[in-house]
C-alpha cells in the first residue's frame, strides 16, 4: 500500500515498526539532511555559515503560517508548547474574579501556565472530563459572563479525543472570552485552519506529529491580539529595531516575533520548516484520512482480541492515539515486550499508547496485533 508520507523518507522503518508519535516524532530524511547542512555551515564558518539561516526565519515563520492558514506576522518561533500558554497567561490583561476553563485532563504543559493566575485573583475552572468531554454543550453549561479564556487540548493526550474547536470557539467568543488551542497532538496528523476554526491563539511543540527536534515550537496569536498582551519576557529582539541597541525606549516591533525575546532556536526553525514541507507535500488532509485508517484497523482487531480500549472512537472524536489495555497482562511488561520486537510505543501501569503516522503501513498494524496474540499465548 502507499502511505501518503513516503516511507522510503524514514530511516526509522528500516530498524523499527514506530508507533510512538504522541511522544517523539522522527525526523524525515530532507529535514536530516537540511540539519546536517546547518551544523556543518555553523561548524566551518560560524556566523558567516549561520547568518543565511537567520535571514531565512521570516520564510520559516511564514511556512508555518500557511500551514495552519494564519500570516507570518502572528508566528513566534518559542522553546516549548508551554512557552505559548505562558505568553497568553502573562500577558492577558486579568482582573480579579476573572475566570478560566479547561478540561481536568490537560497535559501540564497546558496548565502550569495557567495555574500561576490564581495569585492574581483568577479562578480556574476544570471541566470533569470523566462526567463529560468539553463539547460545545459543555461549554455553554460550565462558561459563565466572568469566563476570559476557554482552553483545551486538540487532541487529548491521555486517550486521543478530539475535541470540536470550531464548535467550542463559537461558544466562546459568544460568551466574550478568547478561545486557546494547545494543538501538540493533532498538528501534523491532520489539517486546520485556525482563522476558519476561531482560534485566538495556538500553540504546538514541533517534536511529535510535526516531526521536528525537540526544544522548538510556535505561536500563533492572532493579529489583533497582539497588542492586548503585555509582553511579560521581552528580550533584545522585541524593539522594533533590534539592531539600534542602544535605544531602550524604542517601542517593540509590531508582530508577533516581540514574544521571542532573545535569539531564537535558528535550527530548531529550520526542522519544522523543512519537516512541514514533507508533511504539506503529502497533504494533511490524506494523512489524517490514512491514520484514522490505521487506528480504526487497530481498535477493531484489539476488539476482536478482547482488548479494553480507552479511546474514544467516532467519525468526529478519533485521533491517531489509541490506548488499550488487556484483561489480566501488565501494560509495563507487555510494552517492553513489544519494544524487543521492535514495536515502539508508550506503555504506562494504564495502558498501552500506539500513535502511528502518516508513512506507517496497514501491515505493521497487522504484526503489532499478530505480536499481541503471540505474547497471549506464551503468557
Not at 492577558?92 to 492574581?120: H, I, M, S, T
Request: with cysteine; charged share 20%.
Amino acid at each position: 500500500m502507499t502511505t501518503p508520507l513516503p516511507r522510503d523518507l524514514f530511516a526509522v522503518t528500516q530498524s523499527y515498526k514506530y508507533f510512538n508519535h504522541a511522544a517523539v516524532g522522527v525526523l524525515p530524511r530532507p529535514t536530516q539532511v537540511a540539519l546536517q547542512e546547518f551544523v556543518a555551515a555553523h561548524a566551518q564558518a560560524g556566523v558567516l555559515g549561520t547568518w543565511p539561516y537567520e535571514r531565512n526565519m521570516g520564510d520559516y515563520r511564514a511556512r508555518i503560517a500557511r500551514f495552519i492558514g494564519a500570516q507570518p506576522g502572528e508566528i513566534a518561533v518559542l522553546r516549548n508548547t508551554g512557552d505559548g500558554a505562558n505568553v497568553i497567561s502573562a500577558g492577558f490583561p486579568w482582573k480579579d474574579g476573572d475566570e478560566l476553563v479547561l478540561p481536568d485532563n490537560e497535559f501540564p504543559a497546558n496548565v502550569q501556565p495557567w495555574l500561576r493566575l490564581r495569585k492574581r485573583g483568577v479562578s480556574i475552572r476544570f471541566v470533569d472530563s470523566r462526567r463529560a468531554r468539553l463539547t460545545p454543550d459543555v461549554l455553554r453549561e460550565h462558561i459563565t459572563p466572568r469566563t476570559r479564556v476557554v482552553t483545551v487540548s486538540w487532541v487529548s493526550f491521555e486517550d486521543g479525543y478530539r475535541h470540536d474547536l470550531e464548535g467550542l470557539a463559537q461558544v466562546a467568543h459568544e460568551a466574550g472570552a478568547l478561545f486557546c488551542v494547545d494543538a501538540i497532538q493533532g498538528l501534523g496528523a491532520f489539517p486546520l485552519d485556525v482563522e476558519a476554526s476561531g482560534i485566538d491563539a495556538l500553540y504546538a511543540g514541533g517534536a511529535k506529529w510535526l516531526l521536528a527536534l525537540q526544544g522548538v515550537s510556535f505561536l500563533y496569536v492572532r493579529a489583533d491580539l497582539i497588542d492586548r498582551l503585555e509582553l511579560a519576557s521581552p528580550g533584545w529582539r522585541s524593539p522594533a529595531d533590534m539592531w539600534n541597541f542602544l535605544d531602550y525606549e524604542q517601542p517593540f516591533v509590531a508582530d508577533a516575533t516581540r514574544f521571542e525575546g532573545g535569539t531564537p532556536n535558528f535550527i530548531g526553525a529550520l526542522s519544522l520548516a523543512e519537516s512541514i514541507a514533507v508533511i504539506d507535500a503529502a497533504g494533511t488532509s490524506r494523512i489524517g484520512a490514512h491514520v484514522l485508517e490505521l487506528t480504526d484497523r487497530l481498535v477493531d482487531g484489539l476488539n476482536r482480541a478482547g482488548a479494553q480500549v480507552a479511546s474514544v472512537r467516532s467519525a468526529a472524536e478519533s485521533s491517531g492515539i489509541v490506548i488499550f489495555t488487556i484483561p489480566g497482562v501488565d501494560s509495563v511488561a507487555l510494552g517492553k515486550h513489544l519494544q524487543r520486537e521492535g514495536f515502539i510505543t508508550t506503555y504506562r501501569p494504564n495502558g498501552i499508547r500506539v500513535a502511528p503516522h502518516g508513512y506507517n503501513a496497514p501491515e505493521e498494524i497487522d504484526a503489532l496485533l499478530d505480536s499481541l496474540g503471540a505474547y497471549r499465548k506464551e503468557a
